[in-house]
């Protein structure tokens, strides 16, 4: 039996999971899909939020401030790439700056730090792209920017070296109450548990249900976005967002940690919570009020666009209790945005909640914090480069060409802890195939890596979810009728 299953691998669950990772506790973490962070986590802002923005004595208001606070340390622990570039909500009329004074004396009540109101030359100064027709700004300079699945796949690989069980292709069926605590049904068996920490994402209103009355609702709320080129990179410095509406913090222009510029999202309420499309008409409409902010975006630099589903809470807040109806069941449910920049402090407030059910929990004294850093190929000095191909040739081999990722890299990421078993695996691990060409070159060499270094036949290598093969079968015949050993790049993806 486990002390604790945590149900949800993304930005929270991971979290939570390296968080408890420090006690002697016995713990699994498992996720419906075949990797870390595959659900709301792969696709959003990837924004730090400073904290002016949520209602004063709200759980989003307290998480998002003190979770901002503790993002450099943890990012130096892991090794995760974190930019405090700050952030700019911008007016556009007296009425605008009306707002933006609320949002300020908002964030006084929040304890946000380092926050200005500033003119339009200020804001000029700031961002001299910026539409002439701004009339000022409020300026919080602890916003940022990082990479979140990236960090998720920190937290897990952290997790996991100090002892947390990872079950990828398990998803919840069921969960009976037992004398001891829980038993889980699942796509793969059964599972007991003394405690279950529900981080389900959109799903999990429907994991509470299973052992819990209904006391709230997931709406799953879709936003899409435009990736630019990182020759685009200069036309924004901070992340810059319009005035809030009721429908969340409006259409932002930001860098992100990566160097390209990411323009959206909208926000499209659905009743389906798989669906991850993008559509023509919506990335016209976030076109058409990102002008607003900046007349000259170059989207014919655009090298793909996206979408996410945000798990939008019918309790106006973040839900993260104890069910009142299943003791040792904890709900942390509804973490849409600031749910990122909330997460390590949500986390640290769960471990809170488990003690309380658990009792006193006794913290191990070979617990690390740290996990091994990365090899970025592409940032080390010359004389760097050259000891690294000493030491594995593989690095001298440059597989993505417009993002310089090497064959080193590569297999580095799969043979980690919660390491890459997908082709967009590997994408959001060591980024092959995120830049210009969007994996036309690499990809195929992505494949022969994975099946190589996993010892698994080309066929079984899927692009990122189940089912989404990325080659049928091999090419019997060439056109003039002879053999050919190669295999056909027909992509199948479902």
């Given at each position: 039996m486990y002390d604790i299953v945590i149900i949800g691998a993304g930005i929270i669950g991971t979290f939570i999971a390296r968080e408890l990772s420090r006690y002697k506790l016995n713990i699994a973490l498992i996720d419906k899909e075949n990797d870390v962070a595959n659900g709301t986590t792969k696709a959003n802002s990837a924004i730090v939020h400073a904290g002016f923005d949520a209602k004063p004595g709200s759980k989003m208001a307290r998480f998002n401030v003190e979770g901002n606070a503790m993002f450099d340390k943890i990012c130096n622990?892991?090794?995760?790439?974190?930019?405090?570039?700050?952030?700019?909500?911008?007016?556009?009329?007296?009425?605008?700056?009306?707002?933006?004074?609320?949002?300020?004396?908002?964030?006084?009540?929040?304890?946000?730090?380092?926050?200005?109101?500033?003119?339009?030359?200020?804001?000029?100064?700031?961002?001299?792209?910026?539409?002439?027709?701004?009339?000022?700004?409020?300026?919080?300079?602890?916003?940022?920017?990082?990479?979140?699945?990236?960090?998720?796949?920190?937290?897990?690989?952290?997790?996991?070296?100090?002892?947390?069980?990872?079950?990828?292709?398990?998803?919840?069926?069921?969960?009976?109450?037992?004398?001891?605590?829980?038993?889980?049904?699942?796509?793969?068996?059964?599972?007991?548990?003394?405690?279950?920490?529900?981080?389900?994402?959109?799903?999990?209103?429907h994991i509470n249900n299973m052992i819990a009355k209904p006391t709230f609702k997931i709406n799953p709320r879709r936003g899409q976005y435009f990736v630019l080129d990182r020759d685009a990179r200069n036309i924004v410095n901070t992340v810059v967002f319009q005035c809030p509406t009721k429908l969340g913090k409006g259409i932002l222009v930001t860098p992100t940690v990566h160097?390209?510029?990411?323009?959206?999202?909208?926000?499209e309420d659905l009743d389906d919570r798989e669906n991850l499309s993008t559509t023509a008409d919506r990335l016209e409409y976030i076109k058409e009020i990102a002008k607003l902010t900046m007349e000259k975006i170059p989207y014919h630099m655009t090298i793909t666009t996206f979408a996410g589903l945000r798990a939008e809470p019918s309790t106006g807040d973040f839900i993260i209790e104890e069910s009142k109806d299943a003791k040792g069941f904890i709900n942390v449910a509804g973490i849409k945005s600031p749910g990122l920049t909330s997460s390590p402090a949500i986390a640290q407030y769960v471990v809170g909640l488990v003690g309380k059910i658990l009792g006193n929990?006794?913290?191990?004294?070979?617990?690390?914090?740290?996990?091994?850093?990365?090899?970025?190929?592409?940032?080390?000095?010359?004389?760097?480069?050259?000891?690294?191909?000493?030491?594995?040739?593989?690095?001298?081999?440059?597989?993505?060409?417009?993002?310089?990722?090497?064959?080193?890299?590569?297999?580095?990421?799969?043979?980690?802890?919660?390491?890459?078993t997908t082709v967009d695996g590997v994408k959001r691990r060591a980024r092959p195939g995120t830049g210009r060409c969007q994996g036309g070159f690499c990809g195929p060499r992505v494949?022969?890596?994975?099946?190589?270094?996993?010892?698994?036949?080309?066929?079984?290598?899927?692009?990122?979810?189940?089912?989404?093969?990325?080659?049928?079968?091999?090419?019997?015949?060439?056109?003039?009728?002879?053999?050919?050993?190669?295999?056909?790049?027909?992509?199948?993806?479902?």
């Amino acid at each position: 039996m486990y002390d604790i299953v945590i149900i949800g691998a993304g930005i929270i669950g991971t979290f939570i999971a390296r968080e408890l990772s420090r006690y002697k506790l016995n713990i699994a973490l498992i996720d419906k899909e075949n990797d870390v962070a595959n659900g709301t986590t792969k696709a959003n802002s990837a924004i730090v939020h400073a904290g002016f923005d949520a209602k004063p004595g709200s759980k989003m208001a307290r998480f998002n401030v003190e979770g901002n606070a503790m993002f450099d340390k943890i990012c130096n622990d892991l090794d995760v790439e974190f930019n405090r570039i700050g952030s700019l909500v911008i007016g556009f009329s007296e009425e605008e700056m009306k707002e933006l004074q609320k949002l300020y004396q908002r964030g006084l009540e929040n304890h946000v730090p380092d926050m200005e109101i500033i003119d339009k030359k200020r804001v000029k100064e700031l961002e001299p792209n910026i539409s002439d027709n701004v009339v000022g700004a409020l300026y919080a300079a602890t916003g940022g920017i990082v990479g979140p699945w990236e960090m998720a796949i920190a937290l897990a690989e952290n997790a996991i070296e100090n002892g947390v069980e990872l079950l990828l292709n398990h998803e919840v069926k069921d969960i009976q109450k037992t004398q001891k605590g829980y038993e889980l049904l699942t796509s793969e068996g059964p599972m007991q548990a003394k405690c279950i920490i529900n981080c389900a994402g959109v799903y999990a209103d429907h994991i509470n249900n299973m052992i819990a009355k209904p006391t709230f609702k997931i709406n799953p709320r879709r936003g899409q976005y435009f990736v630019l080129d990182r020759d685009a990179r200069n036309i924004v410095n901070t992340v810059v967002f319009q005035c809030p509406t009721k429908l969340g913090k409006g259409i932002l222009v930001t860098p992100t940690v990566h160097g390209n510029i990411l323009v959206g999202p909208d926000a499209e309420d659905l009743d389906d919570r798989e669906n991850l499309s993008t559509t023509a008409d919506r990335l016209e409409y976030i076109k058409e009020i990102a002008k607003l902010t900046m007349e000259k975006i170059p989207y014919h630099m655009t090298i793909t666009t996206f979408a996410g589903l945000r798990a939008e809470p019918s309790t106006g807040d973040f839900i993260i209790e104890e069910s009142k109806d299943a003791k040792g069941f904890i709900n942390v449910a509804g973490i849409k945005s600031p749910g990122l920049t909330s997460s390590p402090a949500i986390a640290q407030y769960v471990v809170g909640l488990v003690g309380k059910i658990l009792g006193n929990l006794e913290e191990k004294a070979e617990f690390n914090p740290t996990r091994r850093k990365l090899i970025r190929f592409d940032q080390l000095s010359q004389e760097e480069k050259e000891e690294t191909i000493k030491r594995d040739s593989r690095f001298g081999r440059i597989i993505c060409r417009c993002e310089h990722i090497t064959e080193g890299e590569i297999v580095d990421i799969i043979k980690r802890k919660a390491g890459a078993t997908t082709v967009d695996g590997v994408k959001r691990r060591a980024r092959p195939g995120t830049g210009r060409c969007q994996g036309g070159f690499c990809g195929p060499r992505v494949v022969e890596i994975l099946a190589r270094e996993l010892g698994k036949d080309m066929a079984e290598i899927l692009k990122d979810g189940r089912n989404s093969n990325v080659l049928t079968e091999k090419t019997h015949k060439g056109s003039d009728g002879s053999d050919v050993k190669e295999w056909a790049a027909v992509s199948i993806e479902k």
